[in-house]
């Protein structure tokens, strides 16, 4: 296929594929467009919880809203780059913080087509470029996490290095140091913008210097080139690291650096000093036993750990391994041939290796590492077919429109996810009133307590703090699992009050409190069991009170209730986990004769009043029925079957729920005091009782 690009082409290509990218990732605002349960004020909201973590950190620093919030520094500190950006565009542009954050992933992590387009450019295959920039551009996990609404770091994760390995690549042609200069600047932004991808960026280099060594290392430039990237990585101030980069291209130039071995002794000292002042090695080595662990925490206490639970962390089937890299199975092994090809035709394709390398990693470590592979297995899977129609036709408009077929069939099956990927807004419109309400009683210097998933929502949306959220899920998910599902409101109230006053008082961060609250006892003989069992009388000695303290029970949570109690059924002191609570939740049942269908083999026997659980029938304790009236209040029925049985049914009539548990989870707090509004009124108020959100108030 002859190159023959007129002088603007290349530009038409990037703007066709940059605009196709946009509009495919426009399909979810046009399906939701007036949909009013997913729009605040009249706009759309995001669709991840992680994206109001930042929201929250911009919205602070225009109107001064979360000043009590310990955590926001943290976030300008870790992310500038994402932090600075957002800001000024909402404090510059004419459009509100809520557009901007909606739209802004998709506008970014677009521009993913540009450096692949150019990378295959150099090797004067731009409409193979063009087409593997349009399959790349949407491929599910890449889609998944740059999609309008997807308001994360995540947006950066791919554009960054895929520029980079382009001008790597550029530089492998044209052996000059300005364009390294570009790569290392681009480098040197890229961990301000998304400190994560430090360790990519590490394996990238490490590759750089082996294929460098094996391949160029005659080339004039390619030691001096070393030093650049070596301080790109080097963790300074990211001004004084720009300045040095721009001073040493000039340095560079001089004579005395273009002796004999000069550049050779300059590259090992930088690269030595680069291993001793960067932790990227030992960043890989944490990430890879952070996704791959599955025991508990172990320490002085032990908690269990919210990898386990996290599903973007655990091992995924080969076929959503292949999909979300490629569309299809079918496509992720030609894809994986093609790049096989393309290095055997161009080393410079074994550049990629680290990014694909992470990709793969995914099939044990998580689904959320597939998308490193994306870039590479796109341009494997229109290379293979470039180079079968090269051999098997003559005429160019014939290949061209082949190889243009055979696109579009590879990206039907990405487009169709697409269509069918409805992933809803994190919160719905009553719920973001719920939390507008919250703030009008509240003051930013109260807590709000509820499970980490809802954390940041709650910042962004009520201005109050949160003792676990999307970034700290650690120990403390011990302290609200128990505050959540323990049978005694009093122990919940103490534990609030404890957990809250010291860990703000402390002024503790990212630390968690549970180690502080049980270590500290420790030292008065007192083990976490027996701080846990005094917490539960009435006469617990508490810290003052310096803030007011809500629980924020949501309908949501009862999906995820059983996870949550995990965290805290089972003994701190020597990690045995203790007897898995039964709860069973269906909105699927039907009566069937005189049987209610609750699917997963179990059934209510209407007329004896017991449940089948498979073979085994068992009475039930209590029979409960919830119900609102047309005003908005709880009615409550509730018959005792028979006393003896441990096992309870709650029927949450508006809700279409069903509920089957056992005593402990039927008197636990969540479920006394969302489902039932049965709370002491010496320990609790509701300020805010909503069938899909309900707020109380400590009051001691």
Known sequence: MIENLKKYDVYVYILFAYLFSLACRYIWVYQFSGYEPFYWHGKLMINTNDGYFFATVVKDMLTGSNPDNQLLQTAIDTYPGTVYSVYYLAKFLPFSLDTIILYIPAFVSSLIVIPIILIMRLYKLTFVGFLAALLASITWSFYNRTMIGYFDTDMYALVFPVFILYYIMKFVQDDKLLTMLIASLITAFYVVFYPQGYAAITAIFVAFIAYGIVFIKDKKQFYLSLVFMSIALIKIMLLIKVLLLIAFFFVSKQEVLRKERTPLYIAIASIVFFILAGDGYALILSKISWYTKTGEVNGTLHF??????????????????????????????LALGGYTLLIFKRKEFLLFLPLVGIGFFAYIGGLRFTVYAIPAMS????????????????????????????????????????????????????????????????????YTLTWWDYGYPIWYYSDTNTLIDGGKHHSDNFIISKILTTDSQVQAANLARVAVEEYASKHLKYTPVANYIFEKNA?????????????????????????????????????????IAVFSNLDLNSGQQGKPPFFFLSRNFKQVGDKLLLGNGISFLNNTGELELGRQKVRIKHFSVVEYDKTGKLHKQDQILDYSSQLNMIYMKNYNTILVLDDKMYNSVFIQLFVFENYDRELFEPVILNPLVKIYKLKR
Do not use: W
């Open 304 to 333: 269990y750990d919210v990898a386990q639970t996290i599903r973007e962390a655990g091992k995924i089937p080969f076929e959503v391994f292949a999909d979300r890299i490629s569309g299809s199975i079918f496509s992720f092994v």
């Open 379 to 446: 341009l494997g899977a229109v290379y293979i077919f470039y180079f079968i129609f090269e051999r098997l036709m003559s005429n160019d408009v014939i290949k061209r429109s082949a190889l243009l077929v055979v696109t579009l069939l590879l990206l039907y099956p990405n487009i169709e996810h697409i269509v069918q990927y409805k992933v809803p807004t994190v919160f719905n419109k009553e719920e973001v009133q719920v939390l507008e309400k919250l703030k009008t009683i509240s003051s930013p210097k109260d």
């Open 523 to 563: 030292t008065i003989s007192l083990d976490a069991n027996t701080i846990l069992d005094e917490m539960s009388l009435s006469d617990y000695k508490l810290p003052k009170k310096t803030r007011d303290i809500y629980l924020y029970l949501p309908n949501r949570m009862l999906n995820i209730l059983p996870t």
